[in-house]
């Protein structure tokens, strides 16, 4: 798993425990200064799911939004792109939380509140066909909590900042930024080409084995050694995803290709397979240009995660050639 990812899910993990902890708190602290409750105008029901997500700061002029497509989560706008899958979970759960909060009356002007003219508005819909928006004010003068309310509604929510914060989320962080999606049970060739040096494995039968370096051809890949193959791939990310314009291939590089990687699918998988090119080197960036063909996508790859990559090559090359030495003097 990748560390951004890692790191992406941890946050949403620890916003799951934070906002089910607060929520206990903050029901209890502010119910016994106001026990008013009004009536609610949205809350999801048990089993109701959250298929699209809409985000749109005012201040900042952003906005972005999220389609849940056949149990996949998709950006929509402003691109149209896969998303981190756990870290719109996440936010989905954060919503279904917050559709659950105690509702309190509002003893002032929505502007004391900070909700007049709200600093982030989430408009969700449900597959019930449910639909509201959730604006944030500011923050509560009591306790650990930011104010905010259901579009309409005649009472407020207190949420805790951590909700709140997962919602301030830049484009980037909720794109999937995985150059290889093809699971290793799904795939039947890797292929490798950069520079002077050429990897390639088959899947024949439920077992790979060497195509290339020649010296290889026809020798058989353990297992754990082909699941390295698939870390380090796992291991390619996006590091920055580039709006090319009017730019041509040739100005990133891709003109003649001699760096790529593929990775061919099973016939009778979804996805069919992925073709990777390598482009110029960006030394400002410490990044490659690369292209995803499928998609046509021209992003940035770090360097370093690209050298780390060839030398996991150069490894197993390298171990293969023991393995072959030490069975040729076995025999």
Not at 301 to 317: G, P, S, Y
Request: neutral net charge; charged residues 30%; contains cysteine.
């Amino acid at each position: 798993m990748k560390l951004g990812r890692t790191i992406v899910i941890c946050l949403l993990f620890a916003l799951a425990i934070a906002v089910y902890l607060y929520r206990a708190r903050i029901d209890r602290d502010i119910l016994a200064i106001s026990p008013d409750e009004v009536s609610r105008g949205f809350s999801m029901e048990p089993g109701e799911q959250v298929i699209r997500i809409e985000i749109r700061n005012p201040a900042a002029g952003t906005a972005l939004t999220l389609e849940k497509v056949r149990e996949t989560w998709r950006i929509v706008s402003p691109v149209n792109s896969l998303a981190e899958q756990q870290a719109v979970s996440g936010l989905a759960v954060a919503l279904r939380f917050a559709s659950q909060q105690t509702r309190l009356r509002a003893e002032k002007d929505w502007a004391e509140y900070g909700l007049e003219k709200p600093g982030m508005e989430v408009r969700v819909v449900t597959d019930k066909t449910h639909e509201s928006t959730l604006n944030f004010g500011a923050a509560s003068p009591i306790g650990k909590a930011v104010y905010a309310r259901w579009a309409k509604e005649r009472g407020y929510i207190l949420v805790t900042p951590e909700l709140k914060s997962a919602f301030d989320v830049s484009l980037y962080t909720l794109r999937d930024k995985s150059v290889f999606r093809t699971p290793m049970a799904e795939a039947r060739k890797v292929f490798v080409e950069m520079g002077p040096n050429a990897y390639e494995w088959k899947k024949d039968q439920g077992k790979w084995y060497w195509i290339e370096p020649v010296s290889n051809f026809g020798r058989e890949m353990p297992p754990d050694r082909m699941e390295l193959v698939f870390r380090g791939l796992d291991g390619l990310n996006v590091k920055k995803f580039l709006d090319r314009g009017d730019r041509s291939d040739a100005e990133f590089g891709f003109y003649v290709i001699h760096d790529r990687i593929r990775v061919e699918g099973d016939p009778d998988a979804a996805g069919g397979g992925e073709v990777f090119n390598f482009g110029n080197e960006v030394p400002l960036e410490n990044a490659y240009y690369g292209k995803m063909e499928s998609t046509g996508d021209v992003i940035l790859i770090d360097r370093v995660r690209v050298i780390k990559f060839l030398d996991l090559m150069k490894a197993l090359e390298k171990d293969e050639a023991a393995r072959r030495e030490k069975s040729r003097e076995q025999k």
